[in-house]
């Protein structure tokens, strides 16, 4: 199966991405061009780290308007699996494939760390080779990861289960502490309504080998997989 | 027509202005003496410290391209070449802090990229005024920033370093940054220019005001006016240089260049005359074709730039388009601005019409050198005095419990976390990272390959202070023990000098004395210096920082998988000295903390014994006999047990320290034994099983090693001559050691 990391100018993570599915998982990954229109045969989709464009604007704003991301839209329309991480996810935001917005941190500064989030659903492309409710340990990177909506969408996305990640502590309570950058009800990651796009700030690419102090990312990876290899996107269901 | 005034202004002596003229054959017009200022500046000519530079050792095996370069390379096996150097950033770093460690975080990318390396990782060296000082805070906040925000919008790694607070650094700051990249060691590319008619291209962002006089300024002492100096700051764009990076390395991959250098310091005026002197060529441009962000920019000042993010490429005949292609996927334009003559001369042309017309070497080879005159300062004769043993005791009633000064050490901001910092840089990026900022020598892994490599920058500038000499070279050990620590064996180093203004006695003194001390130990250790950078008049209001060289030392892994950290593993576990503590306390932060006295001579170094106990490290690592290893410097041996049990959840350690002075055999003192900062020693910790194996190698090695203690429970407990003399909760420990930076913020501030 073939993962296809799109390139951003600026993307920074597209690399490591592409070196979690290739040289770890060992599948076909392919690296998509922002100005290319073909997805190169994608199963999956992957909106990689970076800061696209510069974000001298705003995270993400530049980067829907690239060519590929119409391709994309299609992509996910068609019920293919989509997952943005760190940029990629705010990319997803402003492309309006998922809801809501990045505020920057609320310490207003860059974070780089060793972060504990809780899988709340497992009915996801991304998510199908987790426990509900496992705590998994990935790496964050971002200054703007401050996840905002009106209260009227998080009380949707909670209905719907939108809410995929949420940050935690190591025993997956909830806390004030564990919430790196202020982000609304604690959401580190979502789904959208079909559940097939999947947006997160943590790093599950950096998190595939235990040399690298988690394996825990594999997981997002190895659901991918799953869901393609059995043909069982939940997404259809 | 060039009067005292202009001649002081482009920081010109009158004997330079003489030599120009002699250059030239002529009076030169105002663009050219603007070309010589730069090229001629202390920044760019090294024409103070260039006849003490030569002295270093730059050669062994692994060397595949040592000083003069953009950056030095090592051969690391598999046909690979790590590229790395270390440069300063000071001057700009205290005008805007911000924009200065920012653009020095690009500028030393560009300087590894421009070998055709692939940069993987960033380290910093920093050192401000004292933390609770008015302003530092604001200069930390900005430098850290600045590193921050270049460093990773661009996706590089920043996987260690340093910070260091100490008064004499409030008016002058250091930073210092580090950048290190893999290439294969057949393609390494260089600056150079040749071939008549080869095109010579302009790719990047657009040439504007910013920056004019950069490489003047950085020689040059401050006053109350340097904050006039702002506009002589850069402004840095990490995107466009993300863009150059990726694109410079396609076009690498194509073979159609000749040669490449990015336009640091002195922009396209230092890379035109270098890459032309380089290749025994000739470069003229027409600077009309260079593209501007403003308009009616005089030559003049198109020449002297210092914009980031610019690069010269000279391209083969044939490939041009090629080239452009490349470029253009990436949206960037390459102007073809000139090309390569035959005449070895720096020809300048603004639609056509001469502006400036200058023989290359005159700029380069041919720059004044100067053996300046040197003296001990006078200083030294009061400083170097001190005797521990007649020390009275501590003022403060509460600095009398060694309990209550190792909590006040480890809450030294020198010595405390410095998590507060290196959370705001995007350390594990490209996945290569496996130890971490804080754990002693960042280390990442050669992916394609079994291999790593780890690497560490150091210095101590009280040290210096003390004794240049041995203060380098204790750096340069450091630095290589550090990386030894990681399990890596040193293969070569890079150095950078900061200093105050070489035109006193007793500066450059100092300057000899270190560079010494560098070559000295680095022949020694094995580490050949590959490159580095020297920053001189680090002066304000006549008042010179501490003499501070700086040294990273890189070394190889053969198995990445046996890399260590400084960290305690597993209770239970034996825990081992390396080498000697003879209760040196001179300039050390115990001096400085409980006496406030900066004084007596540094630790001693016997570099034999160094080089065997780096050695033994490494086999003891690649042998997998040991589960860590620290090196035992700063706040001494209690500090480091402390560090050594932290980050593992409270895990404890108890020891047993001789204090048995080793030459004569006298008693030391409990603070001596507990924090004197003898060189050359390592905690290890080793698996029970492993213990006999491990005391046989350091006997067969010639290093002594002594069983000081296990780990276990969750109290740091600390015996000297056979009392508990420290006993407190690890956690304890822990607290006053990851909460003090912090702190330091949380005030309200004044």
């Known amino acids: 199966m073939t993962f296809s990391v799109i390139v951003f100018p600026g993307s920074n993570c597209d690399e490591d991405a592409y070196h979690a599915a290739k040289d770890v998982l060992g599948e076909h990954a392919e690296y998509v061009w922002h100005k290319d229109t073909d997805l190169k045969g994608a199963d999956v989709v992957i909106l990689p780290g970076g800061f696209a464009h510069g974000d001298y604007l705003r995270t993400g704003a530049m980067a829907r308007f690239s060519p590929i991301m119409r391709e994309v839209q299609a992509f996910a329309d068609r019920g293919g699996p989509v997952l943005g991480i760190c940029n990629g996810f705010q990319i997803l935001l402003e492309a309006g494939l998922l809801p809501g917005a990045m505020l920057r941190n609320r310490g207003l500064k860059f974070r780089c760390e060793q972060v504990h989030l809780r899988v709340e659903q497992i009915d996801t492309p991304f998510t199908s080779a987790c426990r509900k409710g496992q705590v998994l340990q990935l790496p964050i990177a971002h200054g703007d990861g401050n996840y905002f909506a009106e209260p009227d969408v998080i009380a949707r996305l909670e209905q719907n289960r939108q809410v995929i990640f949420r940050y935690t502590n190591a025993a997956g309570e909830v806390t004030d502490d564990a919430n790196p950058n202020g982000s609304a009800a604690a959401i580190a990651g979502l789904c959208n309504e079909a559940r097939n796009v999947v947006g997160l700030m943590p790093h599950p690419e950096r998190a595939c080998e235990s040399i690298l102090g988690s394996a825990d990312g594999l997981l997002i990876f190895e659901s991918a997989v799953q869901s393609v290899k059995s043909g069982a996107l939940v997404a259809r269901a | ?750």
């Open chain 2, 1 to 750: 027509m060039i009067d005292p005034q202009v001649l002081e202004r482009h920081g010109l002596k009158r004997d330079e202005y003489d030599r120009i003229v002699t250059c030239l054959g002529r009076e030169p017009n105002l663009t050219e003496l603007g070309i010589f200022s730069v090229m001629w500046s202390e920044h760019c000519s090294y024409k103070s410290s260039r006849v003490h530079l030569k002295t270093l050792p730059t050669e062994g095996p692994q060397v595949l391209q040592g000083p003069g370069e953009n950056a030095g390379a090592v051969d690391i096996g598999g046909g690979l070449a790590a590229i790395f150097k270390i440069e300063s950033h000071n001057h700009p770093s205290f005008i805007e802090p911000y924009q200065g460690a920012a653009t020095g975080v690009g500028g030393i990318i560009r300087d590894i990229f421009t070998m055709g390396a692939r940069p993987i990782a960033l380290l910093n060296s920093l050192r401000f005024g004292s933390l609770d000082a008015p302003g530092t805070r604001r200069v930390l906040e900005g430098v850290v920033a600045g590193i921050a925000g270049y460093g990773n919008s661009i996706g590089i790694p920043t996987v260690g370093g340093e910070i260091v607070f100490e008064p004499c650094y409030a008016g002058n700051p250091l930073v210092n940054v580090f950048c290190l990249g893999i290439a294969p060691a057949a393609d390494i590319i260089k600056g150079v220019a040749s071939g008549v008619g080869n095109a010579v291209y302009y790719v990047g962002a657009k040439t504007g005001r910013d920056g004019i006089h950069g490489a003047t300024m950085a020689s040059a002492e401050f006053d109350d006016q340097s904050a006039e100096k702002r506009p002589a700051v850069q402004v840095g764009d990490p995107f466009m240089e993300k863009l150059l990076l990726e694109a410079c390395l396609e076009v690498m991959k194509s073979d159609a260049l000749i040669g490449i250098q990015d336009m640091g310091a002195a922009g396209l005026t230092c890379s035109t005359s270098e890459m032309g002197s380089r290749g025994g060529a000739g470069v003229e441009i027409d600077v009309a074709l260079v593209p501007q962000r403003e308009t009616g920019m005089t030559p003049y000042e198109i020449m002297l730039s210092e914009s980031q993010e610019r690069m010269l490429l000279v391209v083969k005949r044939g490939r041009e388009s090629e080239v452009e292609r490349i470029f253009d996927k990436w949206d960037l334009h390459a102007v073809r601005i000139g090309e390569v003559t035959a005449d070895g001369r720096l020809r300048v042309k603004d639609r056509g019409t001469t502006v400036a017309d200058i023989p290359n070497r005159a700029l380069t080879d041919e720059a004044p050198l100067y053996r300046r005159p040197m003296s001990e300062p006078e200083y030294l004769k009061d400083a170097r005095k001190l005797d521990v043993g007649a020390l009275a005791p501590a003022p403060s009633p509460r600095l009398r419990d060694a309990n209550a000064v190792l909590v006040r050490l480890l809450a030294s901001p020198t010595i405390a976390t410095k998590r507060w910092a290196y959370r705001q840089y995007d350390h594990m990026v490209r996945t290569n990272t496996i130890n971490l900022p804080g754990l002693g020598a960042g280390v990442v892994r050669v992916k394609g390959t079994e291999r790593a490599l780890a690497m560490s920058v150091d210095g101590n500038g009280r040290y210096c202070y003390l004794d240049p000499r041995r203060g380098a070279m204790l750096a340069v050990a450091e630095a290589a023990r550090n990386v030894a620590c990681a399990g890596a064996r040193p293969l070569g180093a890079t150095n950078c000098l900061n200093f105050g203004n070489p035109e006193r006695p007793a500066i450059m003194w100092q300057f000899a004395q270190a560079v010494e001390g560098i070559g000295a130990a680095c022949r020694a250790l094995g580490v050949p210096i590959t490159g580095g950078n020297v920053s001189l008049y680090n002066e304000t209001d006549g008042n010179a920082i501490y003499p501070t060289p700086v040294i990273g030392v890189v070394g190889l892994l053969e198995h990445a998988d046996r890399v260590i950290s400084g960290r305690f593993k597993e209770s239970g576990d034996v825990v081992v000295l390396l080498g000697d503590g003879r209760g040196e306390l001179g300039g050390s932060e115990y001096l400085k903390l409980v006496y406030d006295q900066v004084r007596g001579l540094p630790p001693a170094l016997d570099l034999d014994r160094e080089r065997a106990i780096e050695r033994l490290v490494v086999e003891l690592a690649e042998a997998r006999l040991i589960r860590s290893a620290d090196d035992c410097s700063d706040g001494g041996i209690a500090v480091t047990v402390a560090e050594c049990c932290f980050d593992s959840g409270g895990m404890g350690v108890e020891i047993s320290i001789d204090t048995t002075e080793i030459s004569s055999d006298q008693p030391l003192n409990d603070a001596a034994a507990l924090f004197g900062e003898s060189a050359s020693r390592v905690v290890l910790s080793v698996a029970a099983g492993n213990i006999t194996r491990v005391l046989e190698l350091a006997a067969a090695a010639g290093v002594p090693a002594r069983v000081i203690g296990q780990t276990g429970g969750n109290r740091l407990r600390i015996a000297t001559g056979g009392r508990m003399t420290i006993d407190m909760a690890t956690d304890d420990a822990e607290r006053a050691w990851s909460a003090s930076i912090d702190s330091y913020f949380a005030k309200k501030i004044a």
